[in-house]
């Protein structure tokens, strides 16, 4: 069958029944030729007015649909990581290693420069300090610090407390710092990863995954602490 030569009043009209056609096609509009209407001094040109501002609007989009790509990479990568850092918690045996493994292994799985593992003084159980890689703190430090509704604090900056960090409390700017009671009742502690950049964390960052990797370390905890029952 012959097919019937496009004109460009067929063109015009299905435009004219169509007004949304370049809206839904904004890739078309780099193509197109627009002529520059002489409307006289201080009258706008719509015509032009509305190409421009949905080539502004096609280029917005794909700035943001670039960013939102970027952004699910960059999620995807983080949780990559934080279950090779789980793993490697897992597979620690005995609480020595386990320490180890999370001190040593996972800040750099994480790109951390710190984690900090600290539980209170306490008689109903104790805690060993491996070395000193355990810290102790007075009773009633996790509440002074969280605060008694608070599980997670994110600190921007001035986060290098040397109770929590010890000698490396130096080098901290940025943390986040959770409530671990791995005993259901006391000791209670905390783990606070640490950061030598400021604003690393904030308060208004989502804290899923930090959450997540401190029951992972409260887990580990009370797997190696509290007795077979």
């Known amino acids: 069958m012959e097919k019937t030569a496009l004109r460009a009043d067929d063109v015009a009209a299905y435009l004219a029944e169509h007004p949304d056609f370049f809206a839904n096609r904004p890739d078309l509009l780099d193509s197109l030729d627009m ?10 040109d719509m015509q032009q007015y509305v190409v421009t501002r949905l080539r502004d609007e096609r280029e917005k989009l794909r700035g943001a649909t ?8 960059s999620n995807l990568e983080t949780q990559s990581r934080i279950h090779r850092a789980v793993l490697a918690l897992l597979n620690a045996r005995g609480f020595e290693v386990f320490v180890e493994a999370l001190q040593d292994l996972v800040p750099e799985l994480l790109d951390l420069d710190a984690i900090a593992l600290c539980f209170e003084e306490s008689e109903d159980a104790t805690v060993p300090r491996c070395g000193g890689r355990v810290r102790r703190l007075t009773a009633g430090a996790v509440d002074q610090v969280l605060g008694e509704e608070n599980d997670v604090w994110l600190l ?53 995954l930090i959450m997540f990797l401190a029951s992972v370390i409260e887990f580990g905890v009370r797997r190696w602490l509290t007795p077979a029952q």
């Open 156 to 208: 921007p900056d001035n986060a290098g407390d040397e109770a929590i960090f010890g000698p490396q409390a130096d080098n901290i700017r940025s943390a986040a710092i959770v409530r671990v009671a791995p005993f259901y009742g006391d000791p209670v502690g905390i783990v606070a990863f640490g950061v030598a950049e400021p604003d690393y964390f904030s308060p208004a960052q989502a804290h899923d």
């Open 35 to 44: 002529p520059v209407r002489e409307l006289g001094s201080g009258i706008a």
């Open 66 to 73: 670039s960013e939102l790509i970027n952004i699910s990479k």
